[in-house]
């Protein structure tokens, strides 16, 4: 199991890690530099594939570019229920603010409602398996829907803490 940083290194925004294991190409969190006008995506995936994105929760920091990733690799998408429609909604607001402040994001208002449709829902403490990994999403206690997600490939166990509160 390989991990890459690809956003939200000393800084808060654009959270993406890359993981990569024998048969996956996972993301976890594919966010957006919130802070900047525009907002910024994490480090490419250019030469990257992506077969999977496991999404901790809802806000844009964590979710901001999720629309790009999954329409440029066809990726399946893992995510609770109210995750789902509640970053629809941010996205789609984030469409709305960028052509008020006059720039484009690299995904438009049917790439956001074509998300259900590569969408995988999940619910806390149960497993479930994509290809050679096994992940648990655990509640986070941050926003509603909010997850740690834990992954286990062969016998390695790594905690994706995202957002948590105590
Ligand atoms: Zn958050």
Redesign the pocket.
Known sequence: MKIEFLGALNSIGASAIYLKTEESSALLDYGAKTGETPPKPPLSLKEKKVDCIFLT?T?L??SGFIPLAMKKFDAKLFCLDITLELTKLLLLDSIKISKEEGYDLPFTAKDVENLSKKTVLVDYENEYSFKDIRVKFLNAS??VG?AQILIEHKNKKILYS??FNK
């Open positions: 929760h806000h920091d964590h941050h926003v909010s995202g957002d």
